[in-house]
Nanobody, 121 residues
Framework: QVQVVESGGGLVQPGGSLRLSCAASGSIFRINSMGWYRQTPGNQRELVATITSSGRTSYADSVKGRFTISRDNAKNTVYLQMNSLELEDTAVYYC???????????????WGQGTQVTVSS
């Protein structure tokens, strides 16, 4: 089984920065893409940023130029550096790893439990 655990959320003032981390562990054969998503009450979960195993990245328009996703393949870890945070960035942030499990055939999405990011003055 593959586990995904996020960390690094918290309370920050507008204009501040936070760095989220997400580590995948367990019976991993290969991790393909990893990404960050966020969700606010009453809304659907939305894509924030993704990164492939080769390092290709993509971002939601709302975070381009402010957020940076990076990855350490040796540690099965993905990071999200969030700068110039805005009130609208307040959400629960979830990490997703698309991975192949050593114990079963196929690729699956594995989600973390989420970490709260609150931007408030």
């Amino acid at each position: 089984q593959v586990q995904v655990v996020e960390s690094g959320g918290g309370l920050v003032q507008p204009g501040g920065s936070l760095r989220l981390s997400c580590a995948a562990s367990g019976s991993i054969f290969r991790i393909n893409s990893m990404g960050w998503y966020r969700q606010t009450p009453g809304n659907q979960r939305e894509l924030v940023a993704t990164i492939t195993s080769s390092g290709r990245t993509s971002y939601a328009d709302s975070v381009k130029g402010r957020f940076t996703i990076s990855r350490d393949n040796a540690k099965n870890t993905v990071y999200l550096q969030m700068n110039s945070l805005e009130l609208e960035d307040t959400a629960v942030y979830y990490c997703k790893a698309n991975a192949q499990d050593r114990n079963r055939f196929g690729q699956y999405d594995y989600w973390g439990q989420g970490t709260q990011v609150t931007v408030s003055s």
